[in-house]
Protein backbone atom coordinates (compact mmCIF):
# COMPACT_ATOMS: atom_id res chain seq x y z
CA UNK A 1 0.00 0.00 0.00
CA UNK A 2 2.79 2.22 -0.54
CA UNK A 3 3.50 4.64 -3.85
CA UNK A 4 6.15 3.78 -6.36
CA UNK A 5 5.64 5.64 -8.87
CA UNK A 6 6.35 9.29 -8.26
CA UNK A 7 3.28 10.54 -9.00
CA UNK A 8 1.47 11.86 -5.86
CA UNK A 9 3.19 13.74 -3.03
CA UNK A 10 2.40 11.76 0.06
CA UNK A 11 2.19 14.19 2.60
CA UNK A 12 -1.75 14.38 3.82
CA UNK A 13 -3.38 12.58 6.41
CA UNK A 14 -7.38 11.74 6.37
CA UNK A 15 -9.90 12.11 8.62
CA UNK A 16 -13.36 10.13 9.13
CA UNK A 17 -16.86 11.48 10.39
CA UNK A 18 -19.37 9.06 10.72
CA UNK A 19 -22.20 7.58 12.53
CA UNK A 20 -20.49 3.85 14.66
CA UNK A 21 -17.08 5.57 14.24
CA UNK A 22 -15.40 2.69 16.44
CA UNK A 23 -17.78 0.12 14.21
CA UNK A 24 -16.14 2.10 10.98
CA UNK A 25 -12.93 2.29 12.38
CA UNK A 26 -12.81 -1.79 12.73
CA UNK A 27 -14.38 -2.05 8.99
CA UNK A 28 -11.96 -0.02 7.57
CA UNK A 29 -9.16 -1.98 9.02
CA UNK A 30 -10.42 -4.94 8.06
CA UNK A 31 -11.14 -4.15 4.38
CA UNK A 32 -7.33 -3.03 4.11
CA UNK A 33 -6.24 -6.58 5.85
CA UNK A 34 -4.12 -4.06 8.29
CA UNK A 35 -2.91 -5.82 11.50
CA UNK A 36 -5.69 -5.00 14.38
CA UNK A 37 -3.78 -2.56 17.31
CA UNK A 38 -4.58 -2.73 20.59
CA UNK A 39 -7.77 -0.52 19.84
CA UNK A 40 -9.93 0.25 16.99
CA UNK A 41 -7.98 3.13 14.77
CA UNK A 42 -4.66 2.32 15.69
CA UNK A 43 -3.66 0.86 12.38
CA UNK A 44 -5.37 3.10 10.21
CA UNK A 45 -3.16 5.62 12.04
CA UNK A 46 -0.48 3.61 10.31
CA UNK A 47 -1.31 4.80 6.70
CA UNK A 48 -2.67 8.11 7.41
CA UNK A 49 -6.34 7.96 8.84
CA UNK A 50 -5.52 9.95 11.87
CA UNK A 51 -9.06 9.90 13.58
CA UNK A 52 -12.32 8.37 13.34
CA UNK A 53 -14.68 9.93 15.24
CA UNK A 54 -18.82 10.79 15.43
CA UNK A 55 -20.05 12.83 13.50
CA UNK A 56 -22.30 15.14 16.25
CA UNK A 57 -22.89 18.31 14.10
CA UNK A 58 -24.28 16.87 11.22
CA UNK A 59 -20.95 16.56 8.74
CA UNK A 60 -19.73 13.72 7.48
CA UNK A 61 -17.98 12.12 5.60
CA UNK A 62 -13.73 12.07 4.53
CA UNK A 63 -11.35 15.54 5.48
CA UNK A 64 -8.44 15.44 4.01
CA UNK A 65 -5.75 16.86 6.14
CA UNK A 66 -3.01 18.63 4.31
CA UNK A 67 0.26 19.18 6.02
CA UNK A 68 2.02 23.38 5.23
CA UNK A 69 4.86 25.23 6.19
CA UNK A 70 2.47 27.50 7.89
CA UNK A 71 -1.16 27.52 9.09
CA UNK A 72 -1.80 31.39 9.57
CA UNK A 73 0.01 32.15 6.26
CA UNK A 74 -1.85 29.57 4.19
CA UNK A 75 -5.73 30.68 5.60
CA UNK A 76 -4.25 34.42 4.89
CA UNK A 77 -4.19 33.76 0.94
CA UNK A 78 -8.03 33.30 1.10
CA UNK A 79 -9.94 35.80 -0.55
CA UNK A 80 -12.07 37.09 3.26
CA UNK A 81 -16.17 35.65 2.76
CA UNK A 82 -15.16 32.71 0.58
CA UNK A 83 -14.82 30.55 3.19
CA UNK A 84 -15.24 29.65 6.90
CA UNK A 85 -14.08 28.30 10.11
CA UNK A 86 -14.96 25.09 12.10
CA UNK A 87 -14.07 24.85 15.58
CA UNK A 88 -10.46 22.73 16.56
CA UNK A 89 -9.20 21.73 19.33
CA UNK A 90 -5.66 22.12 17.93
CA UNK A 91 -4.10 25.28 18.52
CA UNK A 92 -1.28 24.21 15.59
CA UNK A 93 -4.54 23.18 12.93
CA UNK A 94 -7.61 24.86 11.24
CA UNK A 95 -10.56 23.41 9.85
CA UNK A 96 -11.44 25.68 6.46
CA UNK A 97 -14.94 25.04 4.93
CA UNK A 98 -15.00 26.70 1.15
CA UNK A 99 -18.30 28.37 -0.28
CA UNK A 100 -19.42 25.35 -1.54
CA UNK A 101 -19.49 23.37 1.60
CA UNK A 102 -16.13 21.02 1.38
CA UNK A 103 -13.68 20.60 4.67
CA UNK A 104 -10.12 20.61 5.19
CA UNK A 105 -8.04 20.30 7.73
CA UNK A 106 -4.70 22.38 7.58
CA UNK A 107 -1.99 21.09 10.10
CA UNK A 108 1.80 22.65 9.98
CA UNK A 109 4.21 20.26 8.64
CA UNK A 110 6.53 18.43 10.93
CA UNK A 111 9.84 17.29 10.37
CA UNK A 112 9.75 13.16 9.56
CA UNK A 113 6.56 13.06 8.93
CA UNK A 114 5.77 9.36 7.57
CA UNK A 115 4.36 8.50 4.34
CA UNK A 116 0.78 7.47 4.25
CA UNK A 117 -1.45 5.54 1.75
CA UNK A 118 -4.23 7.72 1.15
CA UNK A 119 -4.74 10.23 -1.77
CA UNK A 120 -7.56 12.51 -2.48
CA UNK A 121 -10.19 14.06 -5.24
CA UNK A 122 -12.85 16.47 -4.72
CA UNK A 123 -15.97 16.20 -6.76
CA UNK A 124 -17.52 19.90 -6.86
CA UNK A 125 -20.38 21.44 -7.82
CA UNK A 126 -18.33 24.12 -9.85
CA UNK A 127 -14.72 22.77 -10.63
CA UNK A 128 -13.15 25.95 -11.36
CA UNK A 129 -14.20 27.82 -8.00
CA UNK A 130 -12.98 24.58 -6.02
CA UNK A 131 -9.74 24.65 -8.23
CA UNK A 132 -8.77 28.37 -7.69
CA UNK A 133 -9.47 27.72 -3.83
CA UNK A 134 -7.56 25.16 -3.05
CA UNK A 135 -4.37 26.36 -5.28
CA UNK A 136 -4.55 29.44 -3.55
CA UNK A 137 -5.50 27.67 0.06
CA UNK A 138 -2.49 25.36 -0.60
CA UNK A 139 -0.26 27.24 -2.68
CA UNK A 140 -0.38 24.94 -5.57
CA UNK A 141 -0.24 25.18 -9.29
CA UNK A 142 -3.41 24.12 -11.40
CA UNK A 143 -3.11 21.23 -14.45
CA UNK A 144 -6.43 20.99 -16.17
CA UNK A 145 -6.69 17.61 -18.27
CA UNK A 146 -7.74 17.83 -22.05
CA UNK A 147 -11.42 16.99 -22.37
CA UNK A 148 -11.60 15.04 -19.66
CA UNK A 149 -15.18 13.40 -18.92
CA UNK A 150 -15.14 14.56 -15.72
CA UNK A 151 -13.42 18.01 -15.85
CA UNK A 152 -10.70 16.65 -14.19
CA UNK A 153 -7.57 19.80 -12.32
CA UNK A 154 -4.86 18.31 -10.55
CA UNK A 155 -3.53 20.61 -8.14
CA UNK A 156 0.36 19.90 -8.04
CA UNK A 157 3.57 20.81 -6.19
CA UNK A 158 5.99 20.56 -8.96
CA UNK A 159 5.66 17.35 -11.03
CA UNK A 160 3.62 15.82 -7.79
CA UNK A 161 -0.31 16.04 -8.06
CA UNK A 162 -1.44 16.93 -4.27
CA UNK A 163 -5.05 16.29 -5.05
CA UNK A 164 -7.49 15.99 -7.84
CA UNK A 165 -10.85 18.22 -8.54
CA UNK A 166 -13.21 16.99 -10.51
CA UNK A 167 -17.17 16.60 -11.00
CA UNK A 168 -18.58 13.30 -10.43
CA UNK A 169 -21.52 13.08 -13.04
CA UNK A 170 -23.14 10.23 -14.68
CA UNK A 171 -22.78 7.95 -11.54
CA UNK A 172 -26.60 6.15 -10.78
CA UNK A 173 -28.22 6.93 -7.51
CA UNK A 174 -25.70 9.64 -7.25
CA UNK A 175 -26.41 12.77 -5.38
CA UNK A 176 -25.50 15.59 -6.65
CA UNK A 177 -23.38 17.28 -4.02
CA UNK A 178 -19.52 18.22 -3.49
CA UNK A 179 -17.86 15.57 -1.39
CA UNK A 180 -14.12 14.51 -0.73
CA UNK A 181 -13.17 11.30 -1.79
CA UNK A 182 -10.42 9.59 -0.29
CA UNK A 183 -8.46 6.64 -1.81
CA UNK A 184 -6.61 3.78 -0.26
CA UNK A 185 -3.66 1.83 -2.43
CA UNK A 186 -4.44 -1.82 -2.94
CA UNK A 187 -2.34 -4.18 -4.77
CA UNK A 188 -5.60 -5.54 -6.48
CA UNK A 189 -8.58 -3.09 -7.00
CA UNK A 190 -10.86 -5.94 -7.99
CA UNK A 191 -9.96 -7.81 -4.87
CA UNK A 192 -10.56 -5.00 -2.44
CA UNK A 193 -14.17 -4.30 -4.26
CA UNK A 194 -14.77 -7.85 -4.67
CA UNK A 195 -14.29 -7.88 -0.38
CA UNK A 196 -15.96 -4.33 0.09
CA UNK A 197 -19.08 -5.60 -1.73
CA UNK A 198 -19.31 -8.53 0.34
CA UNK A 199 -18.95 -6.78 3.80
CA UNK A 200 -21.69 -4.13 2.61
CA UNK A 201 -20.42 -1.43 0.79
CA UNK A 202 -21.88 -0.27 -2.61
CA UNK A 203 -20.14 -0.08 -6.06
CA UNK A 204 -20.85 3.62 -7.21
CA UNK A 205 -17.99 3.63 -10.05
CA UNK A 206 -16.94 -0.10 -11.01
CA UNK A 207 -12.98 -0.83 -11.35
CA UNK A 208 -11.69 0.92 -14.91
CA UNK A 209 -8.72 2.40 -16.09
CA UNK A 210 -7.33 6.10 -15.92
CA UNK A 211 -4.04 7.03 -17.16
CA UNK A 212 -2.58 7.59 -13.77
CA UNK A 213 -3.95 4.20 -12.24
CA UNK A 214 -6.76 1.32 -12.17
CA UNK A 215 -9.58 2.79 -9.41
CA UNK A 216 -13.12 2.11 -7.83
CA UNK A 217 -15.06 4.18 -5.98
CA UNK A 218 -18.13 3.06 -3.34
CA UNK A 219 -20.03 3.96 -0.51
CA UNK A 220 -19.32 2.20 2.92
CA UNK A 221 -21.85 1.03 4.97
CA UNK A 222 -22.57 4.28 6.74
CA UNK A 223 -23.17 5.98 3.06
CA UNK A 224 -19.43 7.64 3.21
CA UNK A 225 -17.77 7.66 -0.15
CA UNK A 226 -13.92 5.84 -0.34
CA UNK A 227 -12.23 4.56 -3.21
CA UNK A 228 -9.39 1.89 -3.99
CA UNK A 229 -6.29 2.73 -6.42
CA UNK A 230 -3.42 1.06 -7.73
CA UNK A 231 -1.01 3.20 -9.66
CA UNK A 232 0.60 3.10 -12.94
CA UNK A 233 4.31 2.75 -13.08
CA UNK A 234 4.50 5.72 -15.77
CA UNK A 235 5.12 9.60 -14.22
CA UNK A 236 1.79 11.27 -14.67
CA UNK A 237 2.49 14.45 -17.24
CA UNK A 238 3.96 11.69 -19.92
CA UNK A 239 1.02 9.89 -19.53
CA UNK A 240 -1.90 12.41 -19.08
CA UNK A 241 -2.62 15.35 -21.74
CA UNK A 242 -2.47 18.79 -19.59
CA UNK A 243 -2.57 22.18 -20.02
CA UNK A 244 0.23 24.26 -18.58
CA UNK A 245 -0.45 24.54 -15.07
CA UNK A 246 -2.27 27.64 -14.28
CA UNK A 247 0.44 29.79 -13.27
CA UNK A 248 2.52 29.20 -15.69
CA UNK A 249 3.31 31.76 -18.66
CA UNK A 250 1.29 29.80 -21.48
CA UNK A 251 -1.67 28.47 -20.02
CA UNK A 252 -3.59 27.11 -22.92
CA UNK A 253 -0.53 25.31 -24.47
CA UNK A 254 -0.88 21.03 -24.24
CA UNK A 255 1.91 19.64 -22.69
CA UNK A 256 3.78 15.77 -23.15
CA UNK A 257 1.00 14.08 -24.51
CA UNK A 258 1.04 10.33 -23.63
Keep these: MTDTSGNYLWESEAELVTAQPEEAAIY??????????????????????TDVRASGSGRAGWIPVFLVDDVDEAVGRLKPGTWSRLPSDDPGSAYVVDEQGLAVRLRKREPGH??????????????????????????????????????????VDGKRIVAGIFQLNGVERFDRRPVWITYF????????????????????????????????VLDDPWGNLFGFSSLFAEDWDE????????????AARTVRHP
Design 185 to 216: EVDSVEESVTRAVQSGSRVRIPPVDSPLNRYA
Design 28 to 49: YEWLLGLPPGSRPGEALRRIGV
Design 239 to 250: AVAVREPSDAPC
Design 114 to 155: PDGAVNFDCSALDVAAAARFYSQLLGLSIAEVVEDTYDMRFL
